[in-house]
């Protein structure tokens, strides 16, 4: 049988076991939901870091063909980033005008895009950062 004091020894021990796992609790759960919000961020900018170099590819492969001009790679690039949903973003291309390239000549696309409009959540680590990818290819 079970004397008095051994039951309330028992609910001290349940009630303080609680009282731990609750303090562990409000301490542990928002350094996890930190980490948890950095790795979304994060991935997040791998993304649109691949984003920007699929599109400055593919304005590259649009300006070497011949007759091509700096208006269609622009076309493509926008068609392809806004897609995405990729705000903020500037395209560049080297030479300027693409339709002046002979066979063999280089043909550079640069697309940047700032990462705080492209955020999840508002720029917080990646406010002031901007994103660039260039691609080089030869004139056909």
Do not use: W
């Not at 930190?34 to 790795?39: D, E, G, K, N």
């Not at 700032?114 to 917080?124: E, K, Q």
Request: with cysteine; proline share 5%.
């Amino acid at each position: 049988m079970h004397t008095p004091s051994k039951h309330r020894s028992k609910n001290l021990i349940r009630k303080r076991s609680l009282g731990v796992a609750v303090v562990e609790l409000a301490v542990c759960l928002p350094v996890l939901a930190a980490i948890l919000l950095v790795t979304i961020e994060t991935c997040l900018m791998f993304q649109l870091q691949q984003n920007l170099c699929l599109t400055a590819y593919e304005g590259a492969r649009i300006g070497i063909i011949p007759g091509s001009n700096d208006g269609l790679i622009e076309m493509q690039c926008k068609m392809l980033l806004d897609d995405r949903d990729i705000k903020g973003y500037s395209i560049a291309t080297n030479p300027a005008d693409p339709s002046s390239l002979s066979p063999g000549e280089l043909l550079q696309v640069t697309v940047s895009a700032t990462c705080g409009p492209n955020s999840a959540f508002g720029g917080l680590l990646y406010k002031e950062t901007t994103l660039s990818e260039s691609v080089t290819l030869r004139a056909e």
